[in-house]
């Protein structure tokens, strides 16, 4: 990359450049001052250089070169060598050469960093966002922005061969209950009205679907005010996809060949395809969650039949009382955890709402359990053949309601596999998530809400089941999951209006409340609506996956901390007085 400062980058710098005089510029990553040979290890975005200053070559610059401190900005020039074979540095790819310099110029002096721009750095991850632009200094950092851009380029370049066009959505939209929390933009216009922004271009590309667009895609912010963790940020990116004249399958068909080439040109992993697909109610049971980790067993097993009968009246009565009894099978475990290991795990599934763990060791000698006067020999024979035990093995038991032993055996499962530090490393097991439920019941609000948005469409022999039993309907929607995260999901949406009249109905909102939130999109159906589906990506959630990291802060230049604020900006701030009164706005004291 030649430029008036520069004829190249540090790392394009190779053996071809031996006896060339080239121009560099860039940080100082490192200064070694050997006595008359000073050593700077130059750094710019492609990487590192070893330059050389003695007085042999010039005498001037060893001064300057003397002065010099880590992250001062300098521009060289010098002689591409080859170096003794005895100092190649193999941790760079310019080890086997170095520049002997004949001429250095400070561009900018640095202060002493507060923190260590290295991958080495321990900084608390507070200081290290203050201090985020040194932070993105670091290699790792900056791959992690490299990464992230190859990604989106992948995404846009296939979406763009597959006839998709991107068109660009507004920022400023109207309020609507769409599940999370929105922000909120006052208006100084219209002041006591409210902009919100967007927490999905949903209904927007729907409408592009009526427009015609027939396939629509966009790498588009989005915002929620929600509580933040690891894996949540209040403004993130989304690859926002929809078709037109489509079912399930077309939509899936295109968007994981999308993630196997995505995938293979990352990580020159092959994911074969077609990808794995299982229904909600089958990921609920045997994994205890709708987005599995299918990298490792300890899937859930159904004991109820094995313990209906049992004296043991949490089981029993349970069972009579609707509820559900599950166990998982940690193999080798009975021979592994200790008895406080195991009082750690009962702890553990209380966090999850569950009254208690039962447990049982398998040994040669037969099962040691606190529970083990309570059953029969033909019960315990039972638990052994349905959860596949056998001895050294380690049995887990909780009997509570369905969606109490599905979170917490579920949660238990993973938590077993942190204590086993299964070596997960390299593994991409990609699945499919579908039919799942259309509506939930909402105790607080007294209503059925939508499980993903009022837009996703039932199945068409569930359509009756509004009128009789809601909560039975299952919708047209399909998750994709990697590794126990969900990356993607979408729906096939209703498009025609009697059938969303019907939903809204059902989902306690009148004709009129329904057409104050949705009535332009309601009254865009009127005119000749195709039927159409889509799906949209966390692309924070993918480049974390690619990366092999848990915090989607490692993969955003300049991320919100867990209390939404920026360190570095110090966002957010008051407002001035007299803005506030040019919105229209009073402040209450809390």
Known sequence: MKTYYRSGMCADITEKNIGQNVKLCGWVQNRRDLGGVVFIDLRDRTGVVQLVFNEENDAEALKVADGLRNEYVIQTEGEVVKRDPANYNDNISTGTIEVICSQVKILDSAKTPPIYVDDSDTSKESVRLKYRYLDLRKNKMHNSMVTRHKVAKYIRN??????????????LTKPTPEGARSFLVPSRVQKGNFFALPQSPQLFKQILMVSGFDRYYQIVKCFRDEDLRQDRQPEFTQVDIEMSFVDEDDVININEKMIAGLFKEMLDVDVALPLKRMTYVDAMNRFGSDKPDLRFGLE???????????????????????GDVRAINAEGCGDIFSRREIDALVDFVKIYKAKGLAWLKVTDEGVKSPIEKFLTDQEVNDILVATDAKPGDLILIVADKQNIVWDALGQLRLEIAR???LDLKGKYEFVWITDFPLLEYDEDEKRYVAIHHPFTSPKPEDIELLDTDPLKARARAYDIVLNGAEIGGGSIRIHNNELQEKLFKVLGFSEEKASENFGFLLESFKYGTPPHGGIAYGLDRIVMEILGTDNIRDVIAFPKTQNHSCPMTMAPDVAEEARLEELGLILKKL
């Open 419 to 421: 204590k086993l530090e």
């Open 158 to 171: 296939f979406l763009d061969d597959s006839e998709f066009v991107e068109v660009e959505t507004p920022f």
């Open 300 to 322: 859930l097993k159904d004991i109820k039949k094995a313990v209906e009968n049992s004296e043991f009246k949490v089981f029993a009565d349970n069972i009579k009382n609707g």
